[in-house]
Each structure stands twice: as structure tokens, then as C-alpha cells.
T-cell receptor, first 114, second 109 residues
Framework: GAGVSQTPSNKVTEKGKYVELRCDPISGHTALYWYRQSLGQGPEFLIYFQGTGAADDSGLPNDRFFAVRPEGSVSTLKIQRTERGDSAVYLC????????????FGQGTRLTVV | DAKTTQPNSMESNEEEPVHLPCNHSTISGTDYIHWYRQLPSQGPEYVIHGLTSNVNNRMASLAIAEDRKSSTLILHRATLRDAAVYYCILIEGAQKLVFGQGTRLTINP
């Protein structure tokens, strides 16, 4: 595809359940980023991958959040024991290498924990 | 992370120029100034970036003060499609975009 693809676009889950959010970056982009955005706020950084490795995971709020990118392309954000406070739009972005080039964002996954 | 300060909101009229200010008084010599915008229900979209010199592209112009403590994003002729939240962001070795609250731009027809 031409852009960053995120699936699903919407996810409703019950409190305490496990969820996986998927991001397909633009082909050839080595850098991949996850953000989450609450209503009325700017996106909040979660984690950054360079290739397969997490170069910066300082934004992950706690150990219930985990992300992988095993082959250096598709990434999955995993949230265990979801809480209502996890409800937000989760955004993925990719760039050719680092931030001094243009970053492309997906449309996001809207997660609602009920 | 270096901080930026932007007005919470601005309003302009269609087909008029818009100047969006950003203050970054603690900017370091290696910080790049990036601008992104976010349309309603969309992910953020890259607009422009620069280091020291003014920059132009098809979307906008970026004017950077000589001391680099402030910058201005210029939309030369606003359209209704330019209504969005505009984020001014500094990036250096941290290798990540840190978003603030941004400026919500309203365009009147």
C-alpha cells in the first residue's frame, strides 16, 4: 500500500482482556513509532524501533504494554489486562530512517475499553 | 526534550495568509524545527522542517528567527482544508517527535 496501515481501525474490548494492534509501515522504512492520543491532547510517544530493535521504549507507561517488530517491517503493540484508562487512539508512524526525514502516520486504531 | 510554546488557537479567513508562531527559547544548536498538522479524525501529517535557514515547500513556508528562539509557519493562502491542529516540535538526538498541545487553526469561509 501507499501509506502506513493500521488494523483494526476500531477495537472495543472488556476491561482485563488482552489486545493486539497492528501496524504495517511503508515498505523500506526502517524507523517505526507508536503513539497514543487521548481526546483533546497531542500524541504521546510510546516506543520507537530502528529495524527490529526497540531503540527507545521510554514512553511505554507500564509493563502491561509491549511492542514487537520481529522482521523489521510489521509491528504489533500488545496490551495486557486492559484498563479503562487505556482507551485512546493508538497511532503508528514510519520514516525512512530517522526523524530528520518526513514521518508518515497511519489513521490510528481507536481502542475503547469498557 | 526542548520545549515549544504555541498559542492554543488562532482564527483566519479563507484565501488569506496565516502566520502560526512558535517560541522555543531553550533550543540547542542541533535541534531541528519540525511542523506537523492533524486534521480532524486523521493521523498527524508532516508539513515542513528546518534548522537555520528559511524553508519553502508546496504546503507552507518556515521562517526561523536569526537567534533560532522562535519560528513562524506561514500558510500563504489558507483554504478550509487547512483547518487543523498545528504542532511545532524540536528534534535532536532523542530521535522522537514530542508533541505539545499545538495550535488549533480555524478557517472562516
Amino acid at each position: 500500500g501507499a501509506g502506513v496501515s493500521q488494523t483494526p481501525s476500531n477495537k472495543v474490548t472488556e476491561k482485563g482482556k488482552y489486545v493486539e494492534l497492528r501496524c504495517d509501515p511503508i515498505s523500506g522504512h526502517t524507523a517505526l513509532y507508536w503513539y497514543r492520543q487521548s481526546l483533546g491532547q497531542g500524541p504521546e510517544f510510546l516506543i520507537y524501533f530502528q529495524g527490529t530493535g526497540a531503540a527507545d521504549d521510554s514512553g511505554l507507561p507500564n509493563d502491561r504494554f509491549f511492542a514487537v517488530r520481529p522482521e523489521g517491517s510489521v509491528s504489533t503493540l500488545k496490551i495486557q489486562r486492559t484498563e479503562r484508562g487505556d482507551s485512546a487512539v493508538y497511532l503508528c508512524a514510519s520514516s525512512l530512517n530517522r526523524w530528520h526525514t518526513e514521518a508518515f502516520f497511519g489513521q490510528g486504531t481507536r481502542l475503547t475499553v469498557v | 526534550d526542548a520545549k515549544t510554546t504555541q498559542p492554543n488557537s488562532m482564527e483566519s479567513n479563507e484565501e488569506e495568509p496565516v502566520h502560526l508562531p512558535c517560541n522555543h527559547s531553550t533550543i540547542s544548536g542541533t535541534d531541528y524545527i519540525h511542523w506537523y498538522r492533524q486534521l480532524p479524525s486523521q493521523g498527524p501529517e508532516y508539513v515542513i522542517h528546518g534548522l537555520t535557514s528559511n524553508v519553502n515547500n508546496r504546503m507552507a513556508s518556515l521562517a526561523i528567527a536569526e537567534d533560532r528562539k522562535s519560528s513562524t509557519l506561514i500558510l500563504h493562502r489558507a483554504t478550509l482544508r487547512d483547518a487543523a491542529v498545528y504542532y511545532c516540535i524540536l528534534i535532536e538526538g532523542a530521535q522522537k517527535l514530542v508533541f505539545g498541545q499545538g495550535t488549533r487553526l480555524t478557517i472562516n469561509p
